[in-house]
Nanobody, 126 residues
């Protein structure tokens, strides 16, 4: 099992930036992918971005492509999400997740991930 703790949420004005961090601990040796999801009130949890933890490949939702960047610090076991040009539609609770499944065809599916953090709130005001 992998323990995940998100940090860095907060309130920002439209057009601003935030960087989220996800500190991972536990059985990390077989983690294949890590990802960020988000969930707005009354909506389903949606995929934001994924990183293949060893291979380094990245995947993004169309809604955040060119605005968000996912990256990892492998020495510190920290996953990051740099968010720029934020807009009110980005307001949500952001969750970090980890998967040991060795495939990429369902990276955007929450069921692909076995471990989740508690989430961090991001609020973008207009």
């Amino acid at each position: 099992q992998v323990q995940l703790v998100e940090r860095g949420g907060g309130e920002v004005q439209a057009g601003g930036s935030l960087r989220l961090s996800c500190i991972a601990s536990g059985r990390l040796f077989n983690v294949y992918a890590m990802a960020w999801f988000r969930q707005a009130p009354g909506k389903e949890r949606e995929f934001v971005a994924a990183l293949l933890w060893s291979a380094g490949g990245t995947y993004y939702a169309d809604s955040v492509n060119d605005r968000f960047t996912i990256s990892g610090d492998y020495a510190k076991n920290v996953l990051y999400l740099q968010m720029s040009d934020l807009n009110p539609q980005d307001t949500a609770v952001y969750y970090c997740s980890a998967s040991r499944a060795h495939n990429t065809y369902s990276l955007n599916n929450p069921q692909h991930y076995a471990d989740w953090g508690q989430g961090t709130q991001v609020t973008v005001s207009s």
